[in-house]
């Protein structure tokens, strides 16, 4: 089998669009109609529900990851999401969680934060992929029998789109990467 994988010069927000049209295409092609997307403003998951038809799922941060008590998705575009009919899930992070908080505490390193940080070797939004998909399965949101196309990125927007088979939390190594639909070239 030979695939094409598309390569950005630079990680960040101006490859969004060029990402969800990848996205769009390797769906078609797949016949995958689960997606779960990584939106801290609904922004991104907005364009995807705009391009693509299906389940699709939009993670963004935990209230108070920047902001004590404060969800950083406004009510307005969390609204907007939910009458597209996407799904919206605020919940702590699988590959750091409650070990950041220890770490940040006690000081060392948690064997999840060496997970988050190895994936962080071949991307950040390639980490990304990985924890919402862990995120979305453990919320039962997406299926785990299935592939499903997830998309992160660096800081703002989309640079990266993996097809992957979630597993939950508990399961986390019987999760399976398939291929690389795009991503920032390290």
Known sequence: MEKKICYFEE??????????????ERA????????????VSGETALMLSEMVEGNIVSVTHHAGFREKGKLELEADARDDLI?????????????SGVGRGISNRFGGVTP??????????????????????????????IP????????GGTAWGADTAVVLTPAHMNSVFDLRIHEVIAMPRP
């Not at 009458?83 to 590959?95: C, D, F, N, P």
């Open 28 to 39: 078609d092609q797949l016949g995958i109609r689960d997606f779960v997307v990584a939106s």
């Open 83 to 95: 009458e597209r009919g996407v799904k919206v899930y605020a919940g702590s992070h699988a590959l």
């Open 11 to 24: 990680p960040g927000k101006e490859n969004t669009e060029r990402v969800l049209e990848l996205v769009r």
């Open 112 to 141: 999840v934060e060496v997970m988050a940080e190895t994936l962080r070797m071949v991307s950040q939004g390639f980490k990304v992929c990985v924890e919402i998909a862990i995120m979305a399965a453990d919320a039962g949101l």
């Open 144 to 151: 785990v029998d299935e592939e499903v196309i997830a998309i």
